[in-house]
């Protein structure tokens, strides 16, 4: 018979909704279980990072939803010896159902937005013994992806790398894809 069943393959429309509903509820619950896995999975030299720039975000005055890690865009980091690493973390926030400034937010209990853009972030620091050290400044930017230019990322690489420099350090991102 195939892969209709009995049924012409143009008649799929007229097969019942919540199958599909369902489907794309999984999906969006899935959505936020991978995101929660995915920043779990991170070294926590990476997720102080994150952190950073989550509080970054969230303390931002026209910020309403409490933005929280959704994925890694590009990763890279240099150890540098006596457990000292350079790090370089692009990834995007999302906005969740809950309100700026709830306390202890994951994505058990913020579930993911999804009528709002991503927020695209990059940070880069040094890190000693997994703590993000004060010199040099650790380097965060964030914008509203709609808003992110080629210019933009280029200018982020480019500060990233002057700070890798300035420590005698080699460049965090020699070849960028």
Known sequence: MGACSGRSCSDWWKMPLLPLVLLLAAGVSLSSAEAQSSFSKLPDSVKKGVE?????????EGVQQHFLFFKTIQQSQIEAGF??????????LKATMCKRGTENADTTTC????????????VCYKAYAGAIEAE???YVSCVHKPAL?????KERIDHC????YSSGSPTLLAVVS
Do not use: S, W
Not at 149 to 153: I, L, P, R, S
Not at 161 to 164: F, I, L, R, S, Y
């Open 52 to 60: 950073l720039a989550e509080q970054n975000v969230n303390a931002h």
């Open 83 to 92: 457990d000292v690493v350079y790090i370089y973390h692009n990834f995007n």
């Open 111 to 122: 579930a993911f937005r999804n009528d709002r853009p991503l927020i695209d972030c990059a």
């Open 136 to 138: 040099p400044k650790p």
């Open 149 to 153: 230019t080629e210019a933009m990322k």
């Open 161 to 164: 790398n002057k700070m890798g």
